[in-house]
């Protein structure tokens, strides 16, 4: 069976020529010629097949032989919102694997304990679209720049809000209990004021850094909505609690 070979091409139904880096890759490295069969990925929830139809040295053109709609295969609006770690590969190897998983959306926090204060979004995006493509995703995830803390827990959310940490002295209670049961999700929602709202099946996770978040970011975040959960009995490491509350949030959301 000869290997489909797929491209990232945003508005792809309305374009002929695959884009630099794209075309760069199918004509230097995969050395695609006139009459090769591809496939596009719009990130916006179709496939196309199409055909090459003519190579330069650095460009690439294609004709659309047919349009393939792809099914979500989870529900509701996946956010995951983490303190990025001092490490920058951690993060990408995290968001590589999130991605790969199933998440809609990644957030970088500046918490009180964050030891990381820039990120390149643009380095994030480029490993984000080659685990689309890597995976057969068609939704391409949304690398925001990186927010204060107060600032993101302040913007209206839907659906179950979630912050997990590490303290005993915090009600928190069982992250994936909690998101698997949407009846106590939309009741805590409706509970939280005009911040969320219920009957949604979207989750925002929040993770902190190595060092936790602080008791004061804790308790601000109790007071805009959010849960506090606990991501099991083992302490892990930043980007491994991000990829297991995207993991949890993907399976309790599966269709």
Not at 132 to 147: D, E, F, G, T, V
Not at 148 to 162: L, M, Q, T, V, Y
Not at 167 to 173: A, F, G, K, L, Q
Request: net charge negative; proline share 4%; glycine share 6%.
């Amino acid at each position: 069976m000869k290997e489909q070979r797929y491209f990232y091409v945003p508005d792809a139904a309305n374009t002929n020529e695959l884009p630099e880096e794209e075309a760069k890759h199918a004509v230097r490295v995969l050395r695609l010629q006139p009459g090769d069969e591809i496939f596009l990925i719009d990130g916006v929830g179709s496939f196309h097949a199409a055909v090459v139809e003519l190579v330069t040295n650095k460009k690439a053109f294609y004709g659309i032989t047919r349009t393939i709609p792809q099914q979500r295969t989870w529900r509701g609006h996946i956010h995951l919102a983490i303190a990025p770690t001092k490490m920058i590969d951690r993060m990408e190897w995290m968001v590589e694997k999130a991605v790969e998983i199933g998440v809609d959306e990644i957030s970088f926090l500046d918490t009180a304990f964050t030891e990381r204060k820039v990120i390149r979004t643009d380095r994030l995006e480029k490993i984000a679209i080659a685990a689309m493509k890597q995976s057969r995703k068609a939704w391409l995830s949304k690398i925001n720049p990186m927010m204060p803390f107060n600032k993101f827990i302040e913007c209206e959310r839907e659906g179950a809000c979630c912050i997990a940490h590490c303290y005993d002295e915090m009600p928190r209670i069982d992250y994936f209990s909690f998101i698997q049961n949407e009846k106590m999700c939309n009741d805590f929602s409706s509970q939280s004021g005009s911040l969320l709202h219920g009957g949604d099946s979207s989750i925002t996770i929040l993770v902190g850094p190595e060092g936790d978040f602080s008791i004061e970011e804790v308790d601000k975040a109790n007071q805009n909505g959010f849960t506090g959960v606990s991501l099991g009995s083992s302490r892990l490491r930043t980007e491994t609690a991000g990829l297991a509350a995207v993991m949890m949030a993907h399976l309790a959301r599966r269709l």
